[in-house]
């Protein structure tokens, strides 16, 4: 596996790394056992917290170089790789903040003496994805490291400068190699990781394929497992949505880092013939209106995606779309520039035979759907294999929250986009994965939930007053 920048925007390599040897990996797992054994979980919650801090304040200090790294490996908009390391340090901060809270002690009603602790598991595998270099390290670190877990960290092979900085904000911080390590690791050697008895937990964000890889090899080896994994997110539109916001909220969900994220507006359902039209026009015109350009300069409002790989893989999508019926509203072509740009994208008429009905489309590439009712618009939003988020708008806000709940996903928003924030739990159900990251909830997947029940000196056994 080769671990190299390739800056989307030009199609340069701009540098390579190598592959960890066997004995480097060894040396790491050695070095993350014994720091799980005698350091990290060891130090207090306010120490622990005091480093975490640190990271965060390391990120804000230098998020002007370490966006720029971010938009050469993978092509993200400066402003917006801005964004992604302020919500990457708010998150390690609000782990810090609530650790102790979250780690305390908690009381059984309705049983006497019965508390439960959280202790830490041990060594956790991360591998993880290049759309959101630093949040998607940060919402694993944040709580685990908090938790007094250590982490070993594979990231996605065409972003290992992101990889490098983070371990380098990491240990200036204070948090010793052995807390968090990256390793530039193969797949056999991903594998072996997980093998490796010292390693007692696996978290993956990734496609349905790793997923399903990572989860039956952490099952093998009866290891907790928690995925994140594809989307095909529906924005609901129904008859009494206010026209403007809604639009614009539709650009942001589909949008942001251009339609490369889990939980990008992958399609777009509008109630109403009429209303359909006008949303249709308002969405290509707005696509329309994006202007490709150096992701560096502030100006620049459409990004490359991440790798030619990435590009060839949308056009044969949309190909395939095209061929299977569908209308090619705006765009559906490379742009004549250097680098691994794709024109904006609408689809219509996109029906259930069609080859990417149930695909999820990862680029700036929105699928539009014109319904007949409510009843209609919830059936298309449930008709595909994922289930991770999704969104309503409508002026009615009991209606929306019932139509959220109606949407088979882990997470729906009404009147925005699905969004995150550290507070929020993020994750899906259906092949969309499991378990939860952020908020309390991603703090306890990596938990041992110890009971401890004490019962006053003397006591009878359980059951010994029906014996006798």
Known sequence: MAYLTTNPATGE?????????????????DESEDCFRNDWPKRSIQDRADAVRRAAAIIREEQDELAATMTRD???????????????????????????????????????????????????????????PFFQLARVV????????????????????????????????????????????????????????????????GSE????????????????????????????????????????????GKMNNAGQSC?????????GEKRGKQFLEAMTAAMASLKAGDPLDPATTLAPVSSEAA????????????AGGAAIVLGGNRIDRAGSYLEPTILANVNADNPVYRKEIFGPV?????????????????????????????????????VALAIESGMAFVNGPTWSTPQMPFGGI?????????????????????????????SMPPGADAAG
Not at 371 to 383: F, M, P, S, T
């Open 74 to 132: 993978m092509g993200k908009l400066i402003g917006q790789a801005i964004g992604e390391l302020q919500l990457s340090a708010a998150i390690l901060d609000y782990y810090a903040d609530t650790a102790a809270d979250f780690l305390s002690p908690k009381s059984l009603p309705g049983a006497p003496g019965a508390t439960l602790h959280a202790q830490p598991l041990g060594i956790l595998l991360a591998v993880e994805p290049w759309n959101f």
């Open 209 to 252: 394929k790793a997923g399903a890889t990572v989860a039956e090899r952490a099952a093998r080896n009866l290891k907790k497992s928690v995925l994140e994994l594809g989307g095909s997110d529906a924005m609901i539109v129904l008859e009494d949505a206010p026209f403007e916001a809604t639009v614009m909220n539709a650009m942001v």
């Open 311 to 322: 590009l060839q893989g949308l056009l044969e999508q949309i190909e395939e779309a095209r």
């Open 366 to 402: 929105l699928m539009f759907h014109v319904v007949a009712d409510e009843a209609a618009a919830i059936a298309l939003a449930n008709d595909v294999p994922f289930g991770l988020g999704g969104s309503v708008f409508t002026a009615d806000l009991e209606r929306g929250e019932r």
């Open 13 to 29: 390599v701009e540098r390579t790394f190598d592959t960890i040897t066997a004995k480097q990996l060894a040396a790491i797992l």
């Open 263 to 271: 939980v990008a507006t992958k399609r777009m359902i509008v109630v």
């Open 430 to 458: 259906k092949n969309s994965g499991y378990g939860r990251e952020l908020s309390q909830l991603g703090f306890g997947e990596f938990v041992n939930w110890k009971l401890v029940a004490v019962a006053p000196a003397g």
């Open 142 to 205: 944040g709580p685990q490291l908090m938790v007094g877990n250590v982490v070993i960290a594979k990231h996605a092979s065409n972003v290992p400068q992101c990889a490098v900085a983070f371990e380098s904000v990491m240990r200036r911080a204070g948090i010793p190699a052995g807390a968090y390590a990256n390793v530039f690791a193969s797949t056999d050697q991903v594998g072996s990781i997980i093998d490796d008895p010292r390693v007692r937990g696996v978290t993956l964000t």
